[in-house]
């Protein structure tokens, strides 16, 4: 049986053919969704795996890879002691979490969805905080803000370039240190931070074949933590090291299957 995560995953895909040739806000591949941008979550929210009403239903919730269950959701990702550790994904009673956590907290780069607002939040965390880079998109798909966060705040909007359609050559935004959307003439696009004309910090990379990364890049390339969803269905979470798929991982099948647990340079190695 698939997961709910396998099921959103499915329906982002009609969405992403769309996105590459009518070039949308970014974030945009959540609209079938209906995701929300959630209000920040508390502790006690982003920690309720651990708590005793918990229970394990698969795998190894320990120090391993399974599914914990408690009173208004489920966590299904990588564990250590006891806590989740590493990419996840969870379900609250008001929304979702998709991304990294660190010793029980939400810590990384991930996706927060609230269903009442249906609002989204892509982008980095810290300490069950948004800290760090990253875009907060409305109910109706369009950016709000972008740029750094602190304490979830928002330091600057750097997205008010984009927001307010300024355009230059092929670049919505800004392209050259700040927040923008570029679009090559092969079809792919980019949106998201910029330093010194380079991909920098995070954003989100759409590809003429459908596909679409969101995540860390370092030098223009995907680097760090992140997700890609192929257009045939499949959506893996993890590390990534210069554009591949390098570290702790979860891949999540089309047809409901899961594999987790270590990549190198593309190569699933266990």
């Not at 009442?116 to 369009?142: A, F, I, Q």
């Not at 300024?166 to 240190?177: A, D, E, K, W, Y």
């Amino acid at each position: 049986m698939k997961t709910l995560v396998q099921c959103l995953i499915v329906l982002f895909v009609g969405a992403l053919n769309a996105q590459v040739q009518q070039p949308k806000p970014p974030g945009s591949t959540n609209t079938t969704n209906k995701v929300t941008t959630p209000k920040a979550p508390t502790a006690s929210t982003a920690t309720k795996t651990s708590t005793t009403k918990s229970v394990c239903v698969t795998g190894d919730c320990v120090n391993g890879f399974g599914k914990q269950e408690f009173g208004t959701g489920y966590y299904e990702g990588f564990f250590e002691n006891g806590l989740p550790h590493g990419p996840g994904y969870e379900t609250y009673k008001n929304g979702y979490y998709l991304g990294y956590y660190n010793k029980g907290k939400l810590e990384g780069f991930g996706n927060y969805g609230w269903n009442d607002t249906k609002n989204l939040y892509r982008g980095m965390w810290k300490d069950n905080k948004r800290e760090g880079y990253g875009y907060m998109l409305s109910g109706d798909n369009k950016l709000k803000h972008a740029g750094y966060y602190v304490n979830s705040e928002i330091q600057t909007n750097q997205g008010l370039d984009y927001i307010n359609n300024v355009r230059s050559g092929s670049c919505i935004g800004n392209c050259n240190t700040g927040y923008g959307s570029y679009t090559w003439e092969n079809g792919d696009k980019y949106n998201g931070f910029f330093k010194d004309g380079k991909r920098v910090e995070f954003g989100s990379y759409f590809y003429p074949d459908g596909g679409v990364y969101h995540g860390e890049f370092s030098n223009g390339s995907r680097h760090g933590q992140g997700s890609y969803l192929w257009s045939s269905g499949d959506y893996y979470l993890g590390g990534w090291s210069n554009g591949k798929k390098h570290g702790k991982g979860i891949y999540y099948y089309k047809d409901g299957t899961v594999k987790h647990g270590t990549w190198n340079e593309d190569t699933f190695i266990n």
